[in-house]
């Protein structure tokens, strides 16, 4: 049976309506809804049913889109960046009336329970506060100049235009990184957001959508675009009118996505694989630290980019911290994530359960002890698997590799020296933490000796970061900085200006080139 008539369960949630959805959505933006692929099928995680159907963009829809982009870029360049700012804001005000609706669509689409679903939608709401602030506060230096008579300054320019290509695990606040801000910087932008998430782009897109028509400004400002990462990716990590590719997936396909951009000169922002730590020290406060751990380890079923894959603690808290945390895994409630009092959702495909088994297999083979979860449950519908603690050294080959499931890996430490060479041994470096209460070991935590990581936090989990800051990881990770702090800059190109106001032409340096100084 095809896509287009396979049955769904589209009229079982009442919320995609509200969203602006329908049981059959095109799925190109650029001002104007249209597509001219072929259907395909967006399915829940949680019941493995198919929920609506979105037609897919092909060669020649990618074509009309970034035409359509070309024609918007001068007109949007032309407003100032506070008034630019004030669409942003209005995009967050629209996004607050379908906080509840668009939550729902998250947890029902990529897997993850309510609250995290409402959390996300927040995070992108956030980002347009964010970022109509930072629209009144674009501005370079100005420096003293060595010559009499001149001033040096420095301004940014927008790009143009940027292509943004998010991940299954953060359907919607990934876009509200890269879009809020490139919006405020005055570029106009591209988002292909994961296949398997076509809904939450959809409904992420209409309520933009909303906000542009009421001011009489071009779609294609928030173009967006549905299909697969072997077509549409392909012709948006190519495209040389697209000055800015930032993408989040995996290292495998950033490391293809960086040779492709950088082979045409063009600029990348890259967030990839994490494997992340915690590092529990003998002195840490385990109140703390357990359901720190708990929800860094548990929380998306173990898919978030931040999420701990890791577990370091010292000798003299081993067995207490392991009996605590065990005890804790015994009380995770798994099941639909829209039910109340879920704390762990499904796998979001079915690839994931497998790599949730086959990992577990390499695990044992490697000398790794499963002493908590370790089953996939097969007895009901969806992609379910039960979190899991495995006790293993350090340095089973497997450790180094990133699995995208709830796998968590305990290892034994001797002190702060051993877990901080342990944390940096991997080639990842995202998100890691450190749980002490004491102040040395926080300053060698944090110091050029210390984590290694983009994020190093201290007595908090290693998921769950604030926007207020850059966020993104070093190594494998990609190097890239999206959300808050200077990430704004990455959207825009530097301008170094030296003005001569006098009547004089000295040159720099005291350089005496004869007559013509």
Not at 172 to 201: D, R
Request: hydrophobic share 35%; charged share 20%.
């Amino acid at each position: 049976m095809s896509a287009a008539t396979t049955p769904t369960t589209f009229d079982e949630y009442p919320f995609l309506r509200e969203l602006g959805l329908e049981e059959n959505n095109l799925g190109c933006y650029d001002g104007t809804w249209f597509a001219s692929g072929e259907y395909y099928l967006s399915y829940s995680p949680t019941t493995g049913k198919p929920i609506a159907r979105v037609k897919a963009a092909t060669k020649q829809d990618y074509e009309k889109i970034l035409k359509s982009m070309e024609a918007s870029k001068r007109q949007w360049q032309a407003i100032p960046a506070p008034k630019r700012g004030e669409i942003v804001r209005q995009i967050g005000e629209a996004m607050r009336k379908k906080k509840d609706a668009l939550g729902r669509l998250v947890s029902l689409e990529m897997g993850k329970i309510k609250q995290e679903g409402w959390g996300e939608v927040q995070e992108f709401i956030d980002m347009c506060d964010l970022a109509v602030g930072m629209s009144r506060q674009i501005g370079g230096l100005t420096v003293p100049s060595e010559r009499p008579g001149h001033f040096m300054m420095e301004l940014w320019n927008p790009l143009g235009m940027v292509g943004v290509i998010t991940a299954f695990n953060f359907p919607a606040a990934v876009c509200g990184w890269n879009n809020c801000l490139s919006m405020i910087c005055g570029n106009v932008n591209i988002w292909k957001g994961a296949t398997s998430t076509s809904l939450v782009s959809l409904a992420v897109t209409k309520i933009a959508q909303e906000v542009l028509e009421a001011n009489n400004l071009p779609g294609a400002i928030f173009s967006t675009i549905c299909g697969s990462g072997t077509v549409i990716g392909e012709l948006i990590i190519q495209d040389p009118r697209l000055t800015l590719i930032s993408f989040t997936g995996s290292t495998s396909i950033g490391t293809r996505v960086s040779t492709e951009v950088h082979r045409r000169f063009g600029r990348t922002i890259l967030e990839l694989g994490g494997n992340n730590a915690i590092v529990v020290l003998n002195d840490a406060n385990l109140d703390l630290a357990i359901p720190a751990t708990l929800f860094s380890a548990v929380g998306t079923c173990g898919q978030r980019c931040t999420s701990c894959r890791r577990i370091i603690v010292q000798e003299g808290v081993y067995d207490a911290f392991v009996a605590r945390l065990k005890s804790a895994y015994t009380q995770i409630k798994i099941g639909d994530p829209l039910e109340d009092g879920t704390l762990c959702g499904p796998l979001h495909t079915q690839s994931a359960v497998r790599e949730y088994s086959e990992g577990l297999k390499t695990i044992q083979e490697q000398g790794g002890k499963i002493i908590a979860g370790g089953n996939v449950l097969s007895n009901r519908a969806g992609n379910f698997v039960e979190p899991t603690l495995v006790e293993i050294s350090h340095d089973a080959p497997i450790v180094k590799t990133e699995l995208f499931v709830p796998i968590c890996y305990i290892i034994k430490c001797k002190n702060l020296e051993e877990a901080i060479e342990y944390n940096n041994e991997v080639p990842q470096g995202l998100s890691s933490s450190l749980f002490t209460q004491d102040q040395g070991n926080v300053f060698r935590w944090l110091s050029p000796a210390g984590s290694d990581c983009g994020i190093i936090n201290v007595n908090i989990g290693t998921s769950g970061a604030e926007i207020g800051l850059g966020f993104g990881g070093e190594k494998e990770t990609g190097g890239g900085r999206e959300a808050g702090s200077d990430s704004w800059k990455q959207y825009m190109r530097r301008g170094t200006c030296t003005i001569n106001y006098s009547k004089e032409l000295p040159l720099a340096q005291g350089i005496d080139f004869g007559g013509a100084n």
